[in-house]
């Protein structure tokens, strides 16, 4: 399951009492940064910030991310991407109320935005509030604004899956093959599915059914040198692992077939 944004914690000033010719003033200057053009740039500088936040998150320096995703908020506080953000950030913080708090404020600003739905699914499934998680992305799934609902889909059944719902979790990464049946990560998580559950024929079937017709990616071959090998066939397993060092030597499943020979050796 995918997020996308970022967060941190965001102190508000409020304005003391003004004397009469500096509220005149202040006046004045309100009404000057309430023109279009001054909350376009605001708005443009807000989503220039919020990106920068992600950026920091991702790569794991919070407080810079907390910065920036802090200045979004002052610059559009109506944004519900930047609360979005600020939710995962504060997830990552470990500051539960506090993303719980901002995801609701970001659905409340956007209360049909899959984007936002989704963003939420993800939260609540990685802390356990699977049914909470599972209906979200169906929403997301079902919005017709969604441009990627068999994303919605597969995640809905990585939820269910960690919830050891695996029946359920079936019938949702189907409804993604439906929608798109060159869909990677669903045929994997399908693929995956059977191959706990002993099930390697249809493993297999489903793991050479996708490369056949499709482009192969390395949790498919990586899978498929696992199912094989289960089988007790050492010239597919061989195939698959050519074709994954050969087409994705410096991939993650790559460095993980590596050490699965190390340990068999």
């Given at each position: ?6 967060t ?17 003033i202040?006046a ?36 810079l ?24 950030l504060f ?15 970001a ?5 049909h935005?899959?984007?936002?739905v ?10 356990g509030r699977?049914?909470?998680g599972?209906?979200?992305?169906l ?5 017709p604004l ?5 994303a919605?889909?597969t ?21 993604a093959?439906?929608?798109?049946p ?30 056949g ?41 790559a ?11």
């Open positions: 399951m995918r997020k996308t944004v970022n941190t914690t965001h102190p508000r000033g409020t304005l003391g009492a003004l004397a009469a010719v500096a509220a005149v202040l004045a200057c309100v009404s000057n940064s309430s023109t279009p053009l001054h909350m376009a740039n605001q708005r443009e500088a807000a989503a220039d910030n919020t990106q920068l936040g992600i950026q920091y998150m991702n790569q794991g320096d919070l407080n991310a907390k910065m920036k995703l802090d200045r979004a908020l002052e610059e559009d506080p109506s944004n519900p991407n930047v609360h979005s953000a600020r939710a995962m997830e990552r913080m470990n500051q539960l109320a506090k993303a719980d708090e901002e995801f609701r404020t659905l409340r600003l956007a209360p935005d899959p984007e936002v989704n963003n939420y699914a993800v939260y609540l499934c990685q802390n699977t049914d909470e599972v209906k979200s992305f929403e997301a799934a079902h919005n969604y441009r990627t609902p068999q919605a889909y995640n809905a059944g990585v939820c269910l899956r960690a919830a050891k719902r695996d029946d359920e979790a079936r019938a949702d990464f189907n409804a093959i439906q929608v798109r060159n869909y990677a990560e669903a045929a994997f998580q399908m693929a995956a599915l059977d191959f706990d559950h002993g099930q390697l024929a249809a493993a297999r079937a489903r793991i050479d059914g996708y490369i017709t499709y482009n192969a990616t390395p949790d498919l071959l990586l899978l498929g040198v696992r199912v094989a090998r289960a089988q007790g066939d050492a010239v597919a397993a061989q195939r698959y692992s050519r074709r994954l060092q050969l087409d994705y030597p410096g991939s993650d499943q460095r993980a077939l590596a050490a699965l020979d190390k340990n068999r050796g």
